[in-house]
Each structure stands twice: as C-alpha cells, then as structure tokens.
C-alpha cells in the first residue's frame, strides 16, 4: 500500500479568517508573558470554556502551565503594532506594551491595544505533536472598548468595513 502524503495544512487555515488575540500569563516568579494568537476557539458555554493552542516550548506555554492562569487579550484594529510584537519573539514586549495586572491570579491585561479581556484558569491540557491544546473556564470578561476587533487572513492583517446597517470583511487588508 503506497502512503499518502502528510498534506500541509496551513494554506487551509491561511483562508479562514480570524481575530487576532494576545495569551498573556504571569510566570511564578513574577515575569509577565505573552504571545499572538489565532488558535482561540469557544468550546463550551456552560461552563464558559475557551481554548488556545500554544507551541510547546514556548515561554508563553510553561508559564501558563506553571501558573494555572491566562488572559485572553483580543486586539482592537488600532493595534496590529502589538500583534506583531508579540509574535516577533522579542525579549522586551512587556516594555514596550501598556499593560496591568488586574487579578494577581490571571494574566497581564493589555489595556491599551484589547477591546475585550477574559481572565482563565487552566481547566485541561492535552498535547499534540508540537502544540498544546489549553482548555480555560473563563472567570471574567470585560469589554474594555468598543473598537472594531483586528482581523487575520490570507496571512495578512485586515480590517472592518461597515455598510449600513451590515457589516463586511473588508479586503482593504491593512498591509
Ligand atoms: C497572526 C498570528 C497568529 C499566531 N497564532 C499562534 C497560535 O495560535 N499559537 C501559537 O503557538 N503561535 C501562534 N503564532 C506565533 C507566535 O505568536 C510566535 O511564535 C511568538 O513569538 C511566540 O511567543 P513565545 O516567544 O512566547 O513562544 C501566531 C503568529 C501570528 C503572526
């Protein structure tokens, strides 16, 4: 029997369009981390449970394994700079982000660059090949702004276009 070959899959996910979050955590010993995200998916209204895969080895991943806490910060528009940052590997994201810590038990909240925030505690783990997969009941959420959320396709950031009483994924990707 001839094998199949292992297809790539990112070209799929490149056309289906997301918002675009920050999962920050607060280390143990006090260190704030994060880092973007698109993987943020709902999976259970009762209890409130969210999801994000995160690379394992990722700094971000152990402090919200060590933690047991992580904030989901969703970007508004204005803050593609963020979202870049915090997918750039930088050391010194933390410095360069206006950020606080509202709960000593979640992760850093990102006041200036989210729209809406919820605060998880670590609810289930499960690992698979080089992701994990972190399940999170929601204990908060709080709308920040009423800004229009930042979008991500087509491996480009993109905005909103209102129309009427409708709105549109605009294609005016903010390039
Ligand atoms: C738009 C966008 C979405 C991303 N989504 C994810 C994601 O869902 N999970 C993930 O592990 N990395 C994702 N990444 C990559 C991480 O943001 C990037 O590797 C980051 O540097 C990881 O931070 P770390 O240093 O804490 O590991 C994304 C990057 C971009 C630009």
Same mark, same amino acid.
């Given at each position: @029997?001839?094998?199949?070959?292992?297809?790539?899959?990112?070209?799929?996910?490149?056309?289906?369009?997301?918002? &675009?979050?920050?999962?920050?955590?607060?280390?143990?010993?006090?260190?704030?981390?994060?880092?973007?995200?698109?993987?943020?998916?709902?999976?259970?209204?009762?209890?409130?449970?969210?999801?994000?895969?995160?690379?394992?080895?990722?700094?971000?991943?152990?402090?919200?394994?060590?933690?047991?806490?992580?904030?989901?910060?969703?970007?508004?528009?204005?803050?593609?700079?963020?979202?870049?940052?915090?997918?750039?590997?930088?050391?010194?994201?933390?410095?360069?982000?206006?950020?606080? @810590?509202?709960?000593?038990?979640?992760?850093?909240?990102?006041?200036?660059?989210?729209?809406?925030?919820?605060?998880?505690?670590?609810?289930?783990?499960?690992?698979?090949?080089?992701?994990? &997969?972190? @399940?999170?009941?929601?204990?908060?959420?709080?709308?920040?702004?009423?800004?229009?959320?930042?979008?991500?396709?087509?491996?480009?950031?993109?905005?909103?276009?209102?129309?009427?009483?409708?709105?549109?994924?605009?294609?005016?990707?903010?390039?």
């Amino acid at each position: @029997m001839t094998q199949q070959p292992i297809p790539d899959i990112r070209p799929l996910m490149s056309a289906f369009p997301t918002g &675009v979050s920050v999962i920050t955590s607060l280390a143990p010993d006090g260190v704030p981390w994060g880092m973007t995200c698109t993987s943020l998916c709902s999976v259970a209204l009762d209890p409130p449970t969210l999801l994000v895969c995160l690379r394992r080895g990722s700094p971000t991943l152990q402090a919200v394994l060590d933690s047991g806490a992580y904030t989901i910060n969703l970007l508004h528009q204005a803050a593609r700079s963020t979202a870049e940052l915090f997918a750039s590997g930088a050391t010194d994201r933390f410095e360069r982000t206006r950020w606080a @810590m509202q709960d000593p038990a979640c992760g850093p909240h990102l006041v200036e660059a989210a729209h809406t925030i919820a605060d998880c505690r670590v609810a289930d783990v499960h690992e698979i090949g080089d992701h994990a &997969v972190v @399940m999170g009941a929601a204990v908060a959420v709080t709308q920040l702004s009423s800004q229009w959320p930042l979008l991500y396709g087509m491996r480009r950031y993109g905005a909103w276009a209102e129309s009427g009483q409708d709105v549109h994924l605009s294609y005016d990707f903010i390039s």
